[in-house]
């Protein structure tokens, strides 16, 4: 039986899987069980900002798999310790809760955002606002904000209290708002809704609503922070600070660990008991947090994604330029989304047969996150097979 029979076998149904079992990496190539070689724009969803095999973070990781693993979260590790310091020093804010996911982030952010809420009102009767069209994740809270009907409809029944409005609309926000309103939480860039910037006027105004109202501004930097769109949090390129941000994906670079990172203000609402996790940033999950932001300050990798994406987005654009039946290109730094006038799927399974691993967000968005390490050749080769792909595709 094949691999992917085996999987098909094995696996819930839970995802559409590609055909391909990959065996090893090396930089910013992946290689399959029959050695075949590709280039990967995906990073495993936003994860491998280093590619793979990358040495100072094997080197890291190895030596802290000898000298402790695990210890639970009611004694201390020095991984644990240097990682929230590394984490608050790089957020600008006061306190971290380590998680192994994206959604235990969020969803920690929620539990604490009703807490402040709690504490103030002394009722468990608050409302949180998210968008239409946004990612938190799958856990039945994150899921129900989650903005989209998909993700929901048969899991009901989901929690109460959520309302959504539009991105870039700071309008369909207002209308929501009521003295029950505890959150507002978004992604600066939307990632699985489309790859959707928002303006500098919705975060400003967003913060400047949190603010009147003392309600608790929820950043999920899941997918565009840790470097991705070329400062370590994307909400520094708005020049504003939220009270409380999600992060994973790119903060343990392949390692499971998140974390909800609060201002002193709404962090100090969480008390003992009030919340845990068994492996929440355990030795080897502070290890890798840690490293990755060592890394990406020792090898200036900001500054290498702002060039590289400088690179990236002006070969992009030639090539929307190029094809009428590509809409845009949206995205900062290495977040980039290319939206077709029709569904994408086709271009990913050939892009894969040809040796390159891209993904969609949404029906006819093609989305890029790859590796920081990319390098112009990359972008290049890249670029080659992608026009191939275009080209045959619509032929
Ligand atoms: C991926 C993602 C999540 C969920 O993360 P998991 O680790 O899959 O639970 C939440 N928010 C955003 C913005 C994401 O991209």
Sequence with gaps: MSYYDRANNAFMKAYGRFDVTFDYGKGVYLYDKDGKRYLDFYSGIGVNSFGYDYKPYVDAMTDQLHRLMHISNYFNSVEAIEAAEAVIKAT???QVFFTNSGTEATEGALKLARKYYYEKHGKADS???SLKHSF???STGSVTLTGTPAYQTAFGPLIEGVKYADINDLESVKKLITPRTAAIILEPVQGEGGVHVCSQAFMNGIRQICDEYDIVMILDEVQCGMGRTG????YFQYGILPDVVCLAKGIGAGFPIGAFVANKK????????DHGSTYGGNPMAGCACKTVFK???EQKMLKHVQDISEYLIDKLDEIVEKYDWIKE???LGLMIGLEFTHPVKPYIQKALDKGLVLITAGTNVIRMLPPFIIEEKDVDEM???LTEVIEEVNN
Excluded at 231 to 234: D, L, S
Excluded at 266 to 273: N, R, S, Y
């Design 295 to 297: 890394i990406i300050d």
């Design 266 to 273: 709404v962090g100090d609402a969480l008390k003992p008991g």
């Design 231 to 234: 400062t370590i949090m994307t």
């Design 136 to 138: 938190h994740g799958r």
């Design 127 to 129: 409302e949180i606002i």
């Design 383 to 385: 670029i080659k097979i």
């Design 92 to 94: 600008k804010l006061n």
């Design 329 to 331: 290109r949206r995205g």
